[in-house]
């Protein structure tokens, strides 16, 4: 049965290349590019096993390797991964749980991670062979990891499909895989920051020792401490490692005899009482769009994606302007501008997210006012606490208050002249966006050139208007303080004529174009 399984995962990864040309064209160039980085990764490794330092040597694929162990299980997690033999498949066939799990595990050891990881183990072996014994030892650490590593990946595959079956956990799993990436950034901007020459060493060596008594590292400290002279710890090492892998082992057998009794997870109905914003809303076509767009944006993974984002982006900014020591009080005046271009930003593609549900205001009439007007309704509703809290903040980090004429200046431009704009461009130039229940993270490849010209438009014109209020405002803060009353009735008068504007041409260009949107949706 284990041998049939095997064979089974065999043909699973020969089938890969029976698709479309282009898909095996893809499939070929990601195989390439996985054995390159495998390849010169051991070719590094085998040109480390003549580095005196075996110390700093250890230390370094301790830590590179407790990164390797956790990426394998981080991304099938929070990213996804296919789970071509799901023991749910099996249930029916009568298996024996421990030979299933068996035939289970060795086949996740049939497929392109796997055979990168052993391309790379390979030079990890030839590092350490500096005698028999380190030889011998250094065999069996690289046997661990690479059981470790895979079967890191099954479980958390497992785990995955297990919890994250329905549409809106795999959504949520996606935006918090994402926001680990992002937040991880600052991270390595700051270490960039250190002085490797002077405290680097110090810092690897306290960070490795640590790692290299947990199961994520001690398998691949095991030859290091040897060739260094530390058999005890290496052994006790090793006895970690096997303790790691055999707990794995259990803890994969149990996933698997809970997986065979466990229906797939299905999206669980609600029952909903009321018409809810709809009776919130004031009566008429403006009300109904409104209420539409609010249930929308709160309801739609492809609204609050991007409003979950909107708020780390300007950590991305600061950090690295921190790193270079850029004044405090100069990064605490960045982020809410930053936030009220993108919030302003937002409805630039409104249009499209309705896909073919827009047919309900072409036929039916609806002004191109009360379209305009009623999908702004969410921007100011969702936005406005943000950026009022954002404010606040921003001024007690700041420590003057008197900045606040201009603070607001600014910010009022940036967030009601994007919203001008994009009441016009979500009307005239709407482009292809992820169709209603899809991923988030799914945009269609067709959108490219458009996308990326509709969103390049409407932030430079953004900045454009807001630019005299900018001039303004850091005239008030580095030359003449009386500045900040210009700067708050320039930001605050322009962002409403270019936000009037844009809603009367908005408004114009969906009427008149109202066929030709509804055929944009069809086609998208």
């Known amino acids: 049965m284990v041998a049939q399984l095997l064979g089974l995962k065999v043909r699973l990864f020969g089938n890969l290349f029976r698709r479309g040309p282009w898909q095996i064209v893809g499939i070929i160039v990601g195989l390439i590019y996985g054995l390159g980085i495998a390849v010169f990764l051991m070719a590094l490794l085998i040109g480390l096993r003549f580095a ?30 296919d789970d071509s033999l799901d023991p749910r498949r099996f249930s029916l066939f009568g298996m024996r749980n421990r030979d299933l799990s068996l035939g289970l595990a060795l086949a996740a050891f049939v497929g392109i991670p796997a055979l990168v990881l052993a391309i790379t183990l390979v030079g990890f072996v030839v590092t350490w062979t500096r005698g028999f014994g380190e030889a011998v030892v250094a065999l069996i650490a690289a046997v661990l990891v690479l059981a470790t590593c895979i ?56 960070i490795s020792g640590i790692l290299s008594w947990t199961p994520i590292g ?19 090492k090793l006895l970690i490692a096997l303790a790691t892998i055999w707990l794995i082992w259990l803890a994969w057998q149990a996933l698997v005899a809970k997986t065979l009794v466990t229906p797939g997870r299905q999206t669980q109905s609600h029952a909903y009482h009321g018409l809810g914003w709809f009776d919130k809303m004031l009566p008429g076509a403006t009300g109904a769009v409104a209420a539409r767009s609010l249930t929308y ?90 950026i009022a809290l954002g404010t606040i903040v921003s001024m007690l980090l700041y420590r003057d208050w008197g900045v606040l004429p201009s603070f607001i200046g600014v910010c009022a431009s940036l967030f009601l002249v994007g919203l001008g704009c994009s ?98 949706a069809i086609r998208a």
């Open 52 to 81: 005196p330092d075996v110390e700093f040597l250890r230390d370094g694929i301790v830590l590179v390797g407790s990164i390797v162990t956790v990426g394998f299980i981080v991304v099938p997690l929070f990213m996804g991964s």
């Open 151 to 206: 079967m890191l990946s099954r479980v958390s595959t497992s785990l995955a499909s297990l919890f994250l079956a329905t549409r809106r956990a795999r959504e949520v799993s996606g935006v918090l895989g994402v926001l680990v990436l992002v937040l991880i950034s600052p991270i390595i901007v700051l270490l960039a920051q250190v002085d490797w020459a002077a405290s680097g060493r110090g810092l690897v060596r306290e």
């Open 218 to 236: 001690a398998m691949w400290a095991i030859p290091g401490d040897a060739t260094a002279g530390e058999w005890g710890a290496s052994v006790l």
């Open 297 to 386: 944006w709160i309801r739609d993974a492809r609204y609050w994606v991007s409003l979950i984002m909107i708020p780390v982006l300007p950590v991305l900014l600061v950090v690295p302007l921190a790193a270079v020591q850029v004044p405090t009080g100069v990064l605490a005046l960045l982020p809410v501008p930053v936030m009220c271009i993108f919030l302003g930003w937002t409805v630039h593609n409104d249009v499209a997210y309705d896909s073919t549900a827009v047919w309900l205001h072409v036929a039916s009439g609806v002004s191109g006012f009360a379209d305009r007007i009623g999908r702004l309704v969410p921007a100011f509703f969702l936005s406005i606490p943000l």
């Open 423 to 520: 009441s016009y461009t979500s009307a005239r130039f709407p482009y292809p966006v992820p169709k209603p229940g899809a991923s988030p993270f799914a945009q269609p490849q067709s959108s490219g050139t458009a996308a990326a010209t509709v969103q390049s438009l409407t932030f430079l014109v953004a900045l454009l208007l807001t630019l005299p209020a900018l001039v303004f405002g850091y005239l008030a803060l580095f030359v003449d303080p009386s500045w900040h009353i210009a700067t708050l009735i320039e930001g605050v008068g322009v962002g409403v004529i270019a936000l009037v504007l844009g809603i009367i041409w908005g408004a114009h260009t969906f009427t008149k174009r109202g066929p030709e949107i509804l055929a944009s």
